[in-house]
């Protein structure tokens, strides 16, 4: 936000979202896509992780759903993006890891 009345703006505009208890964070610029860079990255070091071990478990007879079952009850990784597929894809994903 590159003034008051910016952000001033901003908090009116997402006054709804930011009453139920969403964070507002007032960071820089160059702060913030950097975060949505490092964000993306990690969702897309999540899926290539996941594919890799897709594979590894293929190659020991294994099942990968079910190793995604255990390692989303762990609450420091989740089941959010641990999909094994066919990698990831996309215009945010593979741009922003080039970015790093």
């Known amino acids: 936000v590159g003034s008051g009345?910016?952000?001033q703006l901003l908090h009116g505009g997402y006054a709804?979202?930011?009453?139920?208890?969403?964070?507002?964070?007032?960071?820089?610029?160059?702060?913030?896509?950097?975060?949505?860079v490092a964000a993306n990255s990690f969702r897309a070091t999540k899926i290539s992780f996941?594919?890799?071990?897709?594979?590894?478990?293929?190659?020991?007879?294994?099942?990968?759903?079910r190793l995604i079952q255990a390692l989303a009850h762990d609450d420091r990784i989740g089941a959010k993006f641990l999909g094994a597929g066919l990698g990831f894809g996309?215009?945010?994903?593979?741009?922003?890891?080039?970015?790093?």
């Open 5 to 7: 009345r910016a952000e």
């Open 16 to 36: 709804t979202p930011i009453a139920e208890g969403v964070p507002f964070e007032v960071i820089d610029c160059r702060t913030a896509e950097l975060g949505k």
């Open 50 to 65: 996941i594919s890799a071990m897709a594979e590894v478990c293929e190659s020991a007879g294994e099942d990968v759903v």
């Open 90 to 100: 996309g215009g945010c994903l593979p741009k922003d890891i080039r970015a790093f």
